[in-house]
């Protein structure tokens, strides 16, 4: 008698156990209920239909698993087959990704090549200990001046850019896409509309900056699983690029959408609306986002994330609970944007928490200058405009009512220029030289 290969006796064996099937006992607004399945709370279960449904658990009770959809309910009726698919979420990870464009679950929607051949890895990924981060003392150029020299941003740091509606984030995040020192950019584009994402791909990224970019897409339209995903895939592809020694930008265009998105999730799932609407579970989750960014032992990951503030309001409950999180925040103006002036950063309400760790005495010198010279302005605007300025009445006002055509210059920059961090620190040198022989007389 031929004896088997324990390894084929295994496989067998497992083929042929009954499939553990359960049944959805409840269709309702986003959620669905299902009874006779085990799975644990972030699995994934699959709702057979003419149209399979993916759905995952977000809550289990006694009366079964609550499960968000990850797609449309529509034809889904109670009675339909359930069934396991084994675990959470898994996406593919690898070099191959660069220039691709994925949905919210890290599926290619460009109509490239299949990604099948690539390593599965979950998406749930612990952020690096504290203890093991090594500290930010390298600064990562951006391109645009006016964050190089006044908001400079550290390799491995996270910051905010805080703006209403049409004030140009996904226009300042294509410039950095571009301009960027990083070698890879991870772009999550969470609730935008449908009709912005291929322009913002094709015109604001353009092939230059596709090529070494990866973007993650979940419009507005689609389940709210699929959109607070999206940011979760988009930070897990980055990790895996740092795990390998790289130095990844990961940007996130809004977490005021991904928070939005939890919300619904929450609300759903039975949770009680806190401030503003907003469940403690919005809270909870955005520093286990956030702080999963920035430097581990072998590489780096920048994270710049965008908040939706409402109304312009920068004290808003996401912006506020971002700004207590990140490592700095970048306030874009509404009165620059609407003026003409782009990017419409106000740089003295922008401020960066490793600006000491990044930059020389010498820089620092310039940039707090350049500051005090800005504040000088903004402190007589008013008086000038309706004459009641007399200048020698303050030395640092007349000096920057003379240099501010030349500063203005300086701060303001076209999408499609990206300027070397060197080049912006000796620009900037050379604008204040007229004012420190000024100051010095």
């Given amino acids: 008698m031929t004896s088997l290969d324990p390894r084929t006796s295994v496989a067998?064996?497992?083929?042929a156990a009954p499939a553990l099937l359960g049944r959805v006992s409840q269709v309702l607004g986003l959620q669905l209920v299902v009874t006779g399945l085990p799975a644990a709370v972030g699995d994934l279960v699959e709702v057979e239909g003419d149209e399979p449904v993916l759905a995952e658990v977000a809550a289990s009770g006694p009366e079964g698993l609550t499960c968000l959809p990850l797609g449309s309910t529509t034809g889904l009726t109670a009675g339909a087959l359930v069934r396991h698919t084994g675990g959470p979420l898994r996406i593919r990870v690898g070099e191959e990704l660069r220039?691709?464009?994925?949905?919210?679950?890290?599926r290619p929607i460009d109509g490239g090549p299949s990604l099948d051949h690539l390593s599965l890895v979950g998406v749930d990924h612990p952020a690096p200990d504290a203890l093991a981060r090594p500290r930010i003392v390298h600064q990562l150029g951006l391109?645009?001046?006016?964050?190089?020299?006044?908001?400079?941003?550290?390799?491995?740091?996270?910051?905010?850019?805080?703006?209403?509606?049409?004030?140009?984030?996904?226009?300042?995040?294509?410039?950095?896409?571009r301009g960027t020192d990083a070698e890879i950019c991870v772009l999550a584009l969470v609730g935008e509309r449908g009709r912005e994402v291929r322009e913002f791909i094709e015109n604001d990224l353009g092939p230059e900056g596709l090529a070494r970019s990866i973007v993650v897409v979940a419009t507005s339209d689609a389940p709210p699983v699929e959109r607070l995903r999206a940011a979760f895939v988009a930070t897990r592809i980055a990790e895996s690029f740092r795990d390998a020694g790289r130095h990844v930008v990961l940007m996130m265009d809004s977490l005021t959408?991904?928070?939005?998105?939890?919300?619904?999730?929450?609300?759903?799932?039975?949770?009680?609306?806190?401030?503003?609407?907003?469940?403690?579970?919005?809270?909870?989750?955005?520093?286990?986002?956030?702080?999963?960014?920035?430097?581990?032992?072998?590489?780096s990951i920048t994270g710049l994330y965008t908040v939706l503030v409402e109304g312009?309001?920068?004290q808003d409950?996401?912006?506020?609970?971002?700004?207590?999180?990140?490592?700095?925040?970048?306030?874009?103006?509404?009165?620059?944007?609407?003026?003409?002036?782009?990017?419409?950063?106000?740089?003295?309400?922008?401020?960066?928490?490793?600006?000491?760790a990044v930059t020389t005495p010498d820089q620092r010198q310039d940039a707090t200058w350049l500051r005090r010279l800005l504040a000088a302005h903004r402190d007589v605007k008013e008086l000038v405009e309706i004459g009641a300025y007399a200048r020698g009445a303050?030395?640092?006002?007349?000096?920057?009512?003379?240099?501010?055509?030349?500063?203005?210059?300086?701060?303001?920059?076209?999408?499609?220029?990206?300027?070397?961090?060197?080049?912006?620190?000796?620009?900037?040198?050379?604008?204040l030289h007229p004012a420190e022989l000024g100051a010095a007389s």
Avoid at 149 to 169: D, F, N, T, W
Avoid at 328 to 348: C, E, K, N, Q, Y
Avoid at 403 to 409: A, F, G, T, V
């Fill in 394 to 431: 303050d030395p640092d006002a007349d000096l920057a009512l003379a240099l501010m055509p030349r500063i203005n210059d300086f701060l303001r920059q076209e999408m499609d220029d990206s300027t070397p961090t060197a080049q912006t620190w000796g620009r900037l040198h050379a604008l």
């Fill in 99 to 106: 220039g691709r464009v994925l949905d919210g679950l890290g």
């Fill in 12 to 15: 067998a064996l497992a083929a």
């Fill in 317 to 356: 409950p996401i912006g506020d609970t971002a700004r207590s999180i990140l490592d700095g925040h970048v306030v874009l103006s509404r009165r620059l944007a609407t003026s003409g002036h782009f990017p419409s950063i106000d740089v003295l309400e922008s401020i960066s928490r490793v600006n000491g």
């Fill in 143 to 177: 391109g645009v001046r006016a964050l190089d020299s006044l908001v400079p941003c550290g390799r491995g740091q996270r910051l905010g850019i805080m703006a209403g509606s049409g004030v140009g984030k996904s226009s300042l995040l294509s410039m950095v896409a």
């Fill in 257 to 299: 959408r991904v928070a939005m998105a939890q919300r619904e999730i929450g609300l759903s799932a039975g949770e009680p609306p806190a401030t503003r609407g907003y469940p403690p579970s919005v809270f909870a989750l955005m520093p286990r986002l956030l702080e999963r960014a920035g430097t581990s032992p072998v590489g």
């Fill in 312 to 314: 312009d309001d920068m």
